[in-house]
C-alpha cells in the first residue's frame, strides 16, 4: 500500500474529513488532497506529523511493503461492527458523478414545472372574472386545473424516473465509503472546478427569489390597486421563483454528489454514523407526528392551520436527535 492510500485509509479510521487532518498538520486542504490523489508528496516534517497524528510509525507510512500493526493501530471512530465501509471502485464514482449530473436537471425541473403548475389556472380565472376572455368560469378553470395536473404529473414523473435511474446509488448517502485509490483526488478535483460555478449560481438563484415579488410592486406603481394586474402579477412571480429554485436545486444537488463522495459537509462519517443510531428514534418520532397531525385535523377540522405541525416537528427532531446523542454519549 503506497503512502497516499495510507492516509486516507487512516484519516477514514479516524473519521476525519480533508479539512480536519489540513487543521491537524496546519496545511491546507488542497495539500491533503494532493498527498491522498498522489499528486504530491509531503516533506519529512509533514510525515513526522503526521506519524503523531495518526499514532503509526513513520516507517509505516513510508515503506509501502509495512502493514498497519495491532500496537500502532489507528483508533476507530466507532468500535460498532454494524458500521462497515462500501467499496468504491473509480468507475462506479465516475458513474455515480454522471447520474448526478444528469438527475440535478431532471429534478430541478421538476420542481421548476411544480412551482409553475397554477400560474395558467390564475391567469385564466382572473382574466374570466374580468371579462376579459370569452370564457366561462367553469371552462376557465377546467383548462387551469387541467395544465396545473399536466405539469406536476411531468414533474412527478421526473422525480421517480431520477429515483428508479439511480437506485444502485442510494448506499452513498448514508453508508461509511471506502473510495479506491485516486478517487478522492479525480473528485476533489472536479469540485474545485466546479466551485466557481456553484456561487454564481446559488448567488442567482437567490437573488431571483428575492426580487420575485417585484412584478407585484411594478404593477401596483402602474395600475395602483388593481386587482387585476395585481393578480396577473402573480405568474411573473412564480416565474422568478421557479426559476431561482431550479438554479439552487441543481446546483446543490451536483455539489452534493462530490461530497458524498469525499465524506464532507452534510455527509461526514460521524454525521452518518448518528443517523444510523438514531434510524429507530425518528421512524418512532415521524410516526407519532403523523398520528398527532391526522388526530387533531380530522377532529377539528382545521386543516388551514394544523400543517403548523410539520414545520415545528422539523424543528423538535433535531432537538430530539442531540438529546438523544448527548445520553448515548454519557452511557
Known amino acids: ?32 488532497s494532493k498527498w491522498e490523489g498522489a499528486q504530491s508528496i509531503p516533506d519529512m516534517n509533514k510525515i513526522l506529523k503526521l506519524s503523531e497524528v495518526f499514532s503509526v510509525s513513520t516507517d509505516y507510512l513510508l515503506k509501502d511493503e509495512i502493514e498497519l500493526d495491532i500496537p500502532g493501530e489507528a483508533p476507530k471512530v466507532d468500535t460498532d461492527s454494524s458500521f462497515k465501509e462500501v467499496p468504491v471502485s473509480m468507475e462506479e464514482a465516475n458513474a455515480f458523478l454522471a447520474y448526478k449530473n444528469q ?30 376572455i370569452p370564457l366561462s368560469e367553469g371552462k376557465a378553470v377546467g383548462i387551469g386545473v387541467l395544465f396545473l395536473f399536466l405539469l406536476v404529473g411531468v414533474g412527478v414523473a421526473l422525480f421517480i424516473k431520477s429515483s428508479i435511474e439511480g437506485g444502485r446509488f442510494h448506499y452513498m448517502e448514508k453508508e461509511l465509503l471506502n473510495t479506491a485509490y485516486g478517487v478522492n483526488g479525480m473528485v476533489q478535483e472536479k469540485k474545485s472546478r466546479f466551485q466557481g460555478t456553484y456561487t454564481s449560481q446559488m448567488i442567482l438563484g437567490i437573488f431571483l427569489c428575492i426580487i420575485a415579488v417585484s412584478p407585484i410592486f411594478v404593477s401596483m406603481i402602474l395600475y395602483g390597486e388593481d386587482d387585476l394586474h395585481t393578480a396577473l402579477a402573480v405568474p411573473f412571480l412564480l416565474l422568478f421563483v421557479g426559476v431561482g429554485v431550479f438554479l439552487i436545486v441543481r446546483t446543490n444537488i451536483i455539489w452534493d454528489s462530490m461530497n458524498m463522495l469525499l465524506e464532507q459537509g452534510e455527509y461526514r462519517r460521524e454525521k452518518k454514523m448518528d443517523e444510523h443510531k438514531n434510524e429507530t428514534v425518528g421512524q418512532i418520532y415521524w410516526c407519532s407526528v403523523t398520528a398527532i397531525y391526522l388526530g387533531y385535523s380530522f377532529i377539528t377540522r382545521r386543516w ?22 448527548s445520553f448515548r454519549t454519557k452511557i
Request: net charge negative.
Open 1 to 32: 500500500m503506497i503512502l497516499a492510500d495510507k492516509i486516507i485509509e487512516l484519516r477514514k479510521k479516524n473519521g476525519w474529513s480533508q479539512e480536519d487532518l489540513a487543521e491537524k498538520l496546519d496545511v491546507s486542504r488542497q495539500s491533503i
Open 103 to 132: 438527475a440535478a436537471s431532471q429534478i430541478a425541473l421538476g420542481v421548476l414545472l411544480c412551482i409553475l403548475s397554477p400560474t395558467l389556472l390564475i391567469a385564466l380565472a382572473t382574466l374570466q372574472e374580468s371579462a376579459r
Open 304 to 325: 388551514d392551520i394544523s400543517w403548523i405541525v410539520w414545520p415545528v416537528a422539523g424543528v423538535g427532531y433535531g432537538a430530539v436527535c442531540g438529546i438523544v446523542n
